[in-house]
């Protein structure tokens, strides 16, 4: 800004100099030799003698070192005011004036010059040139004052991206094995369920490859496995809605058709899963998804078996031989688990067993035994679902019969046949809901 203001001053001085002068006056450092004046013309009215002012010229060449752009008029001459020796050696530049950066030494030269204004100039001449000192004053305080540019620094949220690209938002589940955040896929753009690993019991690479296996619009989907610093992780599809147990929760108990509606995708799912030789273990309401757009999603396969040849064969600790597999440990919710299962053995029919305590527990609002008790499952303790819920149909109670029978060798094994069964239910009369 200031070597602007500069430029125009030395423009203004030259469009309209006083009367019979055709030189700049300016005030020069001790630090440079003086040439004496030679040939100078003195003012009309306000010659200076040589006895009160010692001046000496400088030539065009330096003038235009000094004001390089400045619109100089061929054979001007800037001549500069002999100044008073100088305090400071002559190898050294004067200090910086009070206030602002440093500057070179020819800079403070022109800014003392159009300070200080000669007495034969016009005043309209003397306020612009004092106009345009404080113009460069404050071009020279802006320079100073500039604050300095740092780099952009990284996002704390790209720190803070799981494997570089999740977000996690917020934990939206809790179990003994693991907890589940909802999260942004920051590359796709799309909102996901991470399930972070936090038991060592857990088989996440299991259940992974399970659902690998698997794909059924009543399924949830598996997207990857992330094993990264922070542990072990599982991304699945994310689904925006409620569980099963959440709205027994609300409303206590369903009708006979919305249970009709909820538990006949999910036998399609397990019919799926069956097909590949792999058993749930852990089907129950908190487990089964109902999303905002009315889907049905069965969840967490984390305990899944995939049964087969290459697993022992299911022998109960009472010798007697089962169909299906044996597991290696006990894993499972025993309230919804088939006796057999509680005794390591798994087959199809411990999924049967687990979706007729849902369906009680739908059509009732109760499971049917209560107090979990092995003993109570092996002789039927249970009330029968018609007296809990009039209006009912006979054939409700036949097929809770079939499904919670205690031995797997008589049990109804297929969920095919409890698919078929189910839907051919129908209501006699119209139920009376009970109160919660």
Known sequence: MFRLAFLLLAGLAQASPPAGSNSLSLIRDSSEPSETASSRTPDAGNAVSPEDKESSEVPLERARTLLPNAPLLSGARVELPQTPQSSH?????????????????????????????????????????????????????????????????????????????????????????????????????RRVAV?????????????????????????????EVLDVPQGLYLVFEFVSGKTLQQLLVEEH????????????????????????CIVHRDLKPANIMLSDDGNIKVMDFGIALRIGTSQAPAVGTDGVSHPGSRASSFEGTPAYMAPEAQDGCVSPSCDVYSLGVCLYELLSGERPFGQVSLPQKLVRAYPRLSTRVPGLPKDADALIDAVLDPDPRTRMKDVRAFRRVLESIVLETETVRPRP
């Not at 799912?269 to 590949?276: I, T, Y």
């Open 195 to 223: 399930k972070k690993i936090t038991s060592q019991q857990a088989h996440p690479i299991d259940e992974a490859r399970a659902l690998a296996s698997l794909h059924h619009p009543h399924i949830l989907s598996i997207y």
């Open 89 to 189: 050696p002559p190898s050294q530049p004067p200090p910086p004036r009070s206030g602002f950066a440093a500057a070179p030494s020819d800079a403070w030269q022109l800014l003392d010059a159009v300070a200080e204004p000669r007495p034969d100039a016009a005043p309209w001449t003397i306020l612009a040139l004092l106009s345009l000192s404080t113009l460069a004053c404050l071009g020279l305080s802006r320079i100073r004052r500039r604050p300095v540019e740092e780099p952009a620094s990284a996002s704390p949220a790209d720190n803070d991206l799981l494997a570089g690209k999740y977000e996690l938002l917020r934990i939206i589940g809790k179990g003994a094995m693991a907890d589940v955040w909802e999260a942004a896929d920051r590359s796709l753009a």
């Open 253 to 276: 108990r369903l009708d006979l058709e919305r249970a009709k509606a909820v538990l006949l995708p999910v036998c399609s799912a397990l019919a799926a899963a069956h097909d590949r």
